[in-house]
């Protein structure tokens, strides 16, 4: 089998001691990668109940059978563990290079486990591996901490993921950064590598990815340069990345804006896709082999206000959450707060949710200014939000609380806090509303990792006969559009049979701007350049068997750790009708048809339709019965 090093490197922080694992053909088209490699390890060696930052906990750094080829958006390092912010089953994705140059570097994922005694970075190359001292690093930012590992290492092109102070001070959503401009965002993945000590892993390798068609490889990357940019997805991707959503979902009237209070947003001209890129955007930039080049990096020198375009720019998620949410105009002051969370590491997201939560209780007396440290917590105030960014990351003040997420936040604060949240199984929702596409309100309630926007294709793809996801995921046997709006059992097969993809494309290290239904690369060419890196005779049918045992893998990890049915549920907020803009006085979900579409899935998956945990003759069925709940 071509396209793997056929090693794991497991770390043991704690004794600073490592070994590999050695598997074959079976184990890879069995897990593929990503979270496949990571559930297969934590359900063996992971006992349930252990406090996600204790040092039992493992944080699983993979690859995929097919990252690291040169083949269009594969590019996607896959970190999973047991979330501090959710309790269960973590997991997050991010571009750029590392994960390729770990691929180079001989391994195809690391497990680490244990905790270093003092802080410590992990430096990887060409299958050899060093621990080395960190405390030099531990406090300092990330872009002057690359610095540092690269002067060390005498080698400008070695590539670091690590975490910032943020992480390191176990804020629950602190994520991991690489190449400072690409994230593991959401689950809090970056706090269980600050609980080890571990600063960072840097990463070097000479050796190419074995190819088994290298030739049919490069004529994929090439047909996707040329005749898949020329997809108006593809286009509009290349020219403002994901903030093109502002703009769209302001004119649907669901934007979300002052903490979910509003779908519009009256400063919605200063903070849309096109207004980033003509004014403060730079250069845009891509991640390993993929022509796309959808990442945003923005620029800005004032005198009051100073942001360095090596920490990337915002997204529209980042744009949303601490932009619209918290009524914020300024582009200047919403880069700002991105490259603080860069630097701090920081989910972006969860840091906006969680500020809105503040501003939300703040104005409705349920926080004092002496509560805030002084700060007038008003939404629009935003030279709070930049303060309250540095109080999260340093767990000062009223900062040590938000550190926490909303959900838990809300509860210390208590006097009815809790309806100003918005999450599910503790983490935040993104900058959806399910109540415009259902499907959306499906994939945050049934999401293993907590609520998600990413985990299947949105509903408007599907919206009619010639809409482009209708047209092009054919063969995942969706034949017939669906209404944005419908919570049938039409919306809940949907949603089923595109869970099950995006989570393959997600364990394929993939990117879903590079594959229908968001990119321009068919489902036949996915498979095509699977068998061209792999040499093995695949199927789709096989891919998305791996990929659904992957959910099931997920399901049962979380009901071992005390999740169940009543878990997937959704914020009360999309049960109401909207309160402003074109869709005032309608939009709720009703709560009958979510109920009966959650029950469904869970018939059509094979779960008990009353806990939904996984039958056994399901698990048999996907050859993982030896993970059964006992």
């Not at 694992?21 to 088209?29: A, L, M, P, Q, V």
């Not at 590992?149 to 959503?173: F, M, T």
């Not at 601490?322 to 700002?336: H, P, Q």
């Not at 959806?432 to 990792?449: E, I, N």
Request: with cysteine.
């Amino acid at each position: 089998m071509q396209g793997v090093n056929g090693k794991i490197l497991k770390v043991d922080l704690s004794n600073q001691e490592y070994s590999v694992d050695e598997h074959g053909e079976n184990f890879y088209r069995k897990y593929v990668g990503g979270r496949g490699f990571a559930l297969y390890y934590m359900h063996r060696e992971l006992e349930p109940g252990i406090d996600p930052l204790a040092a039992e906990n493992m944080l699983v750094f993979a690859t995929s059978i097919v990252v690291g080829a040169p083949g269009p958006a594969i590019s996607r390092l896959i970190v999973c563990g047991k979330s501090p912010l959710t309790g269960g089953f973590g997991e997050s994705e991010a571009g750029g290079f590392w994960a390729p140059e770990l691929k180079k570097a001989g391994y195809d994922a690391i497990v680490v486990t244990g905790k270093a005694e003092q802080p410590v970075y992990l430096w990887i190359k060409d299958g050899q591996v060093e621990f080395r001292d960190a405390e030099q690093l531990w406090g300092k930012e990330t872009g002057e901490v690359q610095d540092l590992i690269r002067d060390e290492l005498d080698d400008k092109r070695v590539r670091v993921a690590q975490i910032g102070p943020g992480s390191e001070n176990l804020v629950k959503y602190g994520n991991i950064t690489n190449d400072l401009g690409h994230f593991n965002g959401r689950n809090g993945l970056g706090a269980v590598m600050g609980s080890k000590n571990l600063k960072a892993i840097a990463v070097k390798g000479s050796e190419s990815v074995e190819l088994a068609d290298k030739e049919k490889v490069i004529e994929i990357n090439k047909w996707t340069a040329k005749e898949g940019m020329k997809n108006p997805l593809a286009e509009a991707l290349h020219d403002v990345g994901t903030l093109g959503s502002v703009r769209a979902n302001d004119e649907a009237g669901a934007l979300p804006t002052r903490n979910w209070n509003k779908g519009k947003f009256d400063g919605v001209d200063e903070i849309a896709g096109e207004t980033w890129r003509d004014t403060i955007g730079k250069k845009g930039k891509g991640c390993f082999a993929c022509p796309i080049r959808c990442k945003r990096v923005v620029e800005v020198d004032q005198d009051s206000i100073k942001v360095d375009p090596k920490y990337g720019g915002p997204e529209y998620e980042t744009v949303g959450a601490l932009g619209s949410t918290l009524e914020i105009k300024s582009r200047e002051v919403i880069a700002k707060a991105n490259e603080l969370c860069n630097k701090y590491t920081l989910d972006t997201i969860s840091t906006g949710m969680t500020i809105a939560l503040a501003m939300e209780c703040y104005e409705n007396g349920l926080l004092s200014q002496e509560d805030c440290d002084g700060l007038e917590l008003n939404f629009g105030n935003q030279d709070a939000v930049l303060t309250l960014i540095e109080k999260i990351a340093q767990r000062e003040g009223i900062g040590d609380l938000l550190a926490e997420g909303s959900l838990r936040a809300a509860e210390e604060i208590g006097q009815g806090a809790e309806k100003y949240v918005h999450q599910v199984k503790g983490q935040e929702v993104a900058m959806h509303d399910p109540r415009v596409k259902t499907g959306v309100g499906l994939q945050y309630a049934l999401a293993d990792y907590g609520a998600d926007h990413m985990k299947a294709a949105h509903d408007t793809f599907y919206t009619a006969e010639d809409t482009y996801g209708t047209k092009t995921t054919k063969a995942l046997g969706i034949y017939e559009p669906v209404d944005p709006l419908s919570m049938g059992a039409d919306k809940a097969r949907l949603f089923m049979n595109l869970d099950i993809y995006w989570t393959l494309i997600d364990m394929l290290g993939a990117c879903c701007f590079g594959y229908v239904p968001r990119g321009p690369v068919p489902l036949q060419m996915l498979v095509e350049l699977v068998q061209a890196v792999t040499g093995l005779d695949i199927s789709l049918r096989e891919l998305m068997e791996a990929a659904e045992r992957s959910i099931d893998m997920a399901r049962v990890f979380n009901n071992k750790e005390g999740f169940t049915s009543e878990d997937d549920v959704l914020p009360e907020r999309f049960f109401e009708d909207f309160n402003d803009g074109p869709l005032q006085g309608e939009g709720a979900i009703d709560r009958d048809d979510f109920y009966e579409a959650v029950k469904l899935r869970y018939e059509m998956m094979g779960w008990d339709p009353e806990t939904g945990v996984p039958k056994r003759s399901k698990l048999v069925k996907l050859g993982i019965d030896w993970i059964v709940v006992k």
